[in-house]
């Protein structure tokens, strides 16, 4: 436990869930057990109008109960219409926000191939995406990605009005804190610290020069109500623990 009785891993998902905080009716998308768990706790609570999916064709409760159908061709248009706030993983990610999950080395002869661009590029161009990194580490928060995938901020600009129009990463989470691109060239910052976590953990485990501002606040405390739910509604068997370790 962190603090509190709190687990690491219970506050990753608190950083979660506020990523689709005042979103209103729209698809959230989460990628991997702590980000769904989020969501459908953004859902129970102060996000009541979020749109959650099986993965198949069906929208879904925060308990899993069929409420609407969403074809392929549906889920499509919510992508093109930007309706969907996406959260997805990084292989690599850099300061200016581009991520990669594509391969590791030069394009021609990388050293390891990953899982391809997938939805990257459509994801971040047409809707906001958010991005989910269980473990922190140089490797991850590199300075400059060996392939984009997920379009940063630097790179939608350099593309001009058609890419810039609709891009926006609310927020990065990692294991270690929650980091934003509120900065006036739009490049990494550190928006809070897990509690446990130090600032000077945090710049060695990344591979870039990272904004930090003075007085760096702790992610927020999960009320109990929250921690019930977890525990108890959302993840009884403990899915979260055996993604981030306490």
Not at 32 to 60: H, K, Y
Not at 104 to 128: A, C, S
Not at 231 to 237: G, V
Request: aromatic share 6%; charged share 20%; with cysteine.
């Amino acid at each position: 436990m962190s603090r509190n009785g709190v687990s690491r891993a219970e506050y990753c998902v608190i950083a979660c869930a506020e990523a689709w905080r005042g979103d209103g009716e729209i698809l959230a998308s989460p990628m991997g057990p702590i980000p769904s768990i989020g969501a459908r706790l953004a859902r129970r609570t102060f996000s009541p109008e979020l749109l959650l999916t099986d993965g198949e064709a069906l929208l879904v409760g925060p308990d899993g109960a069929p409420e609407g159908w969403l074809p392929y061709r549906q889920h499509l248009a919510l992508v093109a219409g930007g309706r969907r706030h996406v959260m997805m993983g990084a292989s690599q990610i850099d300061r200016f926000g581009n991520q990669n999950i594509s391969c590791v080395g030069d394009w021609e002869r990388p050293t390891r191939q990953l899982l391809g661009v997938r939805g990257g590029p459509v994801n971040t161009l047409n809707n906001p995406v958010s991005y989910w990194v269980p473990r922190h580490s140089a490797r991850v928060f590199v300075a400059k990605v060996d392939m984009i995938g997920g379009v940063g901020y630097d790179s939608a600009a350099a593309a001009g009005p058609t890419a810039t129009r609709f891009h926006r990463i609310p927020r990065v989470v990692s294991n270690l804190g929650v980091f934003d691109f509120a900065t006036a060239d739009r490049s990494m910052r550190l928006a809070s610290l897990h509690p446990g976590v130090t600032v000077e953990e945090v710049v060695a485990a990344t591979g870039f020069e990272l904004s930090v501002p003075d007085g760096v606040p702790y992610t927020r405390e999960p009320s109990p109500a929250e921690l019930r739910t977890i525990r108890e509604d959302l993840d009884p068997e403990g899915l979260r623990d055996r993604e981030v370790k306490g």
